[in-house]
């Protein structure tokens, strides 16, 4: 129940935040590739630079890859990107060791730690990782581009719609005092 009532308020903060709907949109793809890429301990800061450069939205994009990556969706997403990454790169990566690099990063054990293990894997790792992470990343980023798109033109209508409605009353009461 109460995890319900959490979704609902993020949801509605989602839904709430101002600007441009491109720009929120783009903040949104932007944090949806970065979210899927198996770059875990930089997602926030990847998602904050990029979205700041690109002057898109920050909070759309951390929206997204909190949704697209989760504690439910993490290990999926590692390893769909290692399977893509063996796939389409020369290289074999096994999951024993993708786990025991996530078993590091999950442990608390501190951003630092976090680093000093994933440098010292190697660049077949890198390279496995990251082309099955992009490869993954760009439907998702497409769709969150589509979906916030055409979400926030819908919610920017509304409130079009709900002004306009707002400024007749306003204006027929002015008209009455006269």
């Keep these: 129940m ?33 979210g899927t890429m198996p770059v875990m301990p930089f997602h926030t800061i990847g998602i904050i630079a990029v979205c700041f450069l690109t002057r898109t939205s920050v909070i759309a994009g951390l929206f997204s890859s ?52 994933l440098s010292g894997q190697g660049y077949e790792l890198i390279i496995v990782m990251m082309s099955g992470g992009l490869v993954l990343a760009i439907p998702t980023a497409i769709f969150w581009y589509v979906f916030t798109l055409r979400l926030f033109l819908k919610i920017r209508e509304k409130r079009l719609k709900k002004q306009i409605l707002r400024e007749k009353k306003i204006h027929s009461k002015k008209k009455k005092k006269l």
């Design 2 to 34: 109460k995890f319900t009532r959490l979704k609902q308020y993020y949801y509605l903060k989602f839904l709430r935040i101002k600007g441009d709907p491109r720009d929120i949109a783009w903040g949104a793809c932007i944090g949806a590739i970065i």
């Design 66 to 117: 909190l949704v697209t990556s989760n504690p439910f969706t993490y290990i999926p997403i590692y390893y769909i990107s290692m399977e893509i990454g063996n796939f389409i790169t020369p290289y074999e990566v096994s999951w024993t060791r993708i786990q025991s690099i996530l078993d590091v990063i999950i442990s608390g054990r501190g951003f630092k730690e976090s680093v000093k293990v």
